[in-house]
């Protein structure tokens, strides 16, 4: 894996997800201030800035998971494939089957390896039998790079994985209900370096699928994986643009200050 | 000296012992540039610890041996004069009468001293009788004696009891005192000590169960060997009549008691576990803040209120839906006891237990699977049936077990809602009775207590306790295996 990806791989794909003054509040809190940004299909875009910034909550509105939460209230537009994913006809549930997410701590279900995997293909019914189920659940798991350390106990739990096992068990099972866009919200925090950069691959191979959005506090992993990268702080987009140019030439001087380790 | 005096006393000692340990250690800190070992509170406490703690726990062994002790040295005076029928303890129960009887006399100036060991037999009765202590009959000789005695040798023991408890508190105040030097670790001590206090009081609560375990059994033998265990456990009659000739079969009580409990709990376990899952998992915070405390307030209501609200409410709304002539045109029902009133009553008692507990469970499955299981696309509902629901499942069967142990030792509501009448009937609208029913009617009103139809009573709750016992075994075990499977 190199460093600092330049411009020549990235930016061509089309922009999959477009927000205009998106605006959050959580009670009086103003978490989310008025952000305006463009995620490309087939890329994989990073949001870093400090603890508390909105980055989180930022990502889950993109699924609108914020619904969830008693008392969110997101205001703006934003549209995915050109549709606005907050319109009234718009069933949160199917959304959320088309914008898959991952999350900070593995949380596999008290289930099988196997019902894990086959959780979400089994609620949007994605498999007419049991033979397009099984496959279904291999190709997802292949996709996770989990595959090979786990066919011969399909049907052991999937809470006795390791932490990395489990975490590539929940991206697997996010992939497996045919996701077009990855939301993955620090998959890698609680996990050990080994662990990590197996994940950071899996990510880098998604790519080829998927449009990732991935949330992360390490600069690093952001560098390592990201096409794209968007500093948040306070609750406000900062700059956003090619990975290279954040880490090597910002224009804002709160992201060099981030950047450079001043504040965060 | 009364014991209560005495325990004072002994306090008193203490409290001494506390000032005097804390001076002794504060008075040593001052004289030796050297700091204590520990606050001067500290040394008060070990010497006041040492001098109530021995004290007081050998004078409440003492009240509890002295008069096993004087019994058994009583009893050679009246061992010959009793016949074969005699009943000891009835005999020794008239010889403490007569003693504490003599004892009162003296206190009040009735008689003398002299005059309460020279009385003699035949105007003891009269002598007591005009102190207010009854006797069932005439006092003989020997009883006479063995209750002159019983004073002398209570009289001694209460002496000596003074003396050694008093003389024991002294001497561990006096060590106390001694030890309060600067490099004792009385916090240590006191430390020790409070470690003590706490395992006496969780070994208490163990020994209650093992002495209830201990009285049930004692009589339990008693009973089987008055009437055959073979016919009391698969016997289906139960007709006990005091006049003997009785039987004494269990199994239509068991059969009372599942019955009524199973319907109790089909009654509650959806009502409570729909509840819970409404309040853990789509209730307001607001509307969970007052419902939850509603609903838990039917655990507060008296078992009895429910009997009553079974009896005038429910059992007459029953009848004239299924009784003769009701609006269903059934007939299935003769009166308003029966096991569905019970049961529907018992269930809506336990729907608060199955509903309180399934809610702290539900809400202790991490969030993030809840999160996890939306973030695929699954409804609220779906993701309860399928995630939720299946992590919390060793906590609710726990919380239904729970709730079936309640059911079977319920009593109140089962005596104004079930009826009396011990019958094996499939009928669910037919009056039937519960163990724990009987248990009641078994042991009030006047019935000699030696006799098979009493004493069945401990038999049938020892059968109880047994079965209660390998439902909370059951539950424990579900528990565990499935936590370990999940967690």
Known sequence: ?264 | MTPSWIALIVLAIAAAGFVLARARAQAAARREARRLHSLPNYYGWTAAIYAAGPALLLLAIWLVAQPIATRSLTWPVLAAEAGENAVPSLMMADVQRLASGLDAAVATGRLTAEEARALPPEELRAAMAAQGVALGSEVTPATRDAALRWRRLSGTGDLLRGIVVIGLALAGAAWGVSRAKPDFRARNAVEQAMRGVLVSAALLAILTTVGIVLALIFNTIEFFRLYPAAEFFFGTTWSPSFGGGSELGILPLLWGTLYISIIALLVAVPIGLFAAIYLAEYAHRNVRSWAKPMLEMLAGIPTIVYGLFALLTVGPLLVEAFGRGGYLGLGWMQGGTAVMTAGLVMGIMLIPFVSSLSDDIINAVPQSLRDGSLGLGATRSETIRQVVLPAALPGIVGAVLLAASRAIGETMIVVLGAGAAARLSMNPFDAMTTVTAKIVSQLTGDADFSSPEALVAFALGMTLFVITLALNVVALWIVRRYREQYE
């Open chain 1, 1 to 264: 894996m190199n460093d600092m990806r330049t411009m020549d791989n990235t930016v061509l794909n089309e922009t999959k997800i477009t927000a205009r003054d998106v605006n959050v509040h959580y009670g009086t809190t103003h978490a989310i201030k008025g952000v305006d940004v463009d995620i490309a299909d087939r890329t994989v875009t990073a949001f870093i800035g400090p603890s508390g910034c909105g980055k989180s909550t930022f990502l889950r509105c993109l699924n609108r998971m914020n619904d969830t939460i008693p008392g969110a209230v997101v205001t703006g537009e934003i549209k995915i494939d050109e549709a606005d994913i907050y319109d009234s006809r718009v069933d949160p549930v199917q959304l959320r089957a088309k914008v898959g997410m991952v999350f900070q701590k593995p949380n596999p279900f008290p289930k099988s390896i196997y019902d894990n995997v086959a959780y979400g293909p089994k609620i949007h019914g994605l498999a007419k039998n049991k033979t397009e189920l099984d496959e279904i659940v291999e190709k997802a798991l292949r996709r996770g790079a989990i595959w090979d350390e786990v066919k011969d106990r399909l049907h052991a739990p999937g809470t006795g994985l390791s932490g990395g096992q489990q975490q590539r068990l929940c991206i697997a099972r996010a992939v497996a209900t045919e996701p077009e866009i990855l939301l993955m919200d620090e998959p890698c925090s609680a996990l050990d370096p080994i662990a990590t950069a197996q994940v950071e691959e899996l990510i880098d191979e998604l790519r080829q699928n998927f449009s990732v959005v991935i949330v992360t506090h390490s600069m690093q992993q952001a560098a390592r994986v990201s096409q794209r990268t968007a500093f948040f702080h306070l609750g406000n987009l900062v700059e956003y643009g090619e990975t290279g140019k954040i880490f090597t030439n910002p224009e804002d001087s709160r992201t060099e200050s981030y950047i450079s380790g001043r504040i965060g």
